[in-house]
């Protein structure tokens, strides 16, 4: 093996990424090093591109990016069991203590000392990736590669859609962004009956029509909400609300039309000055749930276990390009009128 690889790199405190040669991670007798085949832009990975100020507060350069991929397991450290050279892997981005109450009590994902891959340590936009044992996740059979590379946020999609009962439920969704899509496709799997997703970008409204049998996509720049409530014949509201926008329109539209004792699952990032009000929650007995990250590992479980008993969320893909295109891929993603945008790294090793 050679010892450097191609690597997609923020080497300076400024705007824009480089792909140049780095070395091969080494890896010590607990880990595992994972030659990636496929990856994914995530909104995360815009952010640091664009060097904004979330990017300068928690980014330091120089640092491969990246956190969703696809790949196939290189070597493995002497420690490690359970995982095989050669077989298809992805894996957990969120790195955690195991010795913090919420770790030993097995919700990892509640970590208090997280750190994340291709945030706070070298990532996966590279031809290799070293990751400890503990986050590889191993690919159930019959799974598409492309899919597998956006794990991460279905990740997010499923552990937000299945936090409260689905089964007959009338559900809102706001935000039709991939996670958005993704999450009524699983609201839709998980037995809801209505399932409303809302945006005011009609591209990404359209593309979720096309993934979701039955969603109702609703341009709230055009419509109004409780008109489609009333089109619906739903007479109390919403009975779980999916939070995917950040927008706080958004939010306080999901209040208003939710039925009292409905419960709110919020994973999009509001701004610090959004409101909400307190009464209504209060009057209402409404339940509002944050939702980070993905169950280690029982999202992971249950995301390909319905993937493979029939879920669909393969549209939500729409660009597949070479590495080498990745300046291609982020303008993709910057238009916002994309779904996932995928990497293809298989091509560096015919490079040399
Ligand atoms: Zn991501
Ligand atoms: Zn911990």
Sequence with gaps: MQNTMFALVKAESAPGLTLKRVPIPSIGPTDVLIRIKKTSICGTDVHIYRWDEWAEANIKPPLTIGHE???????????????????????????????????????????????????????????????????????????????VAIFDPLGNAVHTALKFDMLAEDVLITGAGPIGIMAAAVARFAGARHVVLTDINETRLKLAEKIVPGLVAVNVAKKELTDVVRDLKMTEGFDVGLEMSGAADALHSMMSTMRSGGKLALLGF????TTIDFNALILRSLTIQGIYGREMFETWYKMMS????????????????????????FAAMMSNESGKVILDWTSAREAL
């Design 306 to 329: 319905m993937i493979q008993s029939g879920l669909d969320v393969s549209g939500v893909i729409t660009h597949r390009l070479d590495f080498r295109d990745y300046e291609k891929g």
């Design 270 to 273: 509001q701004k610090a000055e």
């Design 69 to 147: 991929y696809v790949g196939i397991v290189e070597a493995v450290g002497e420690m490690v069991k359970g995982v095989r050279v050669g077989e298809r892997v992805s894996g957990e981005g969120h790195l955690v203590c195991g010795i913090c109450r919420n770790c030993r009590a097995g919700k990892r994902h509640l970590c208090k000392d997280t750190h994340g891959v291709g945030v706070n340590r070298s990532g996966a936009f590279a031809e290799y990736l070293a990751l400890p044992r503990e986050n590889v996740v191993p690919i159930m059979d019959g799974i598409d590669d492309d899919l």
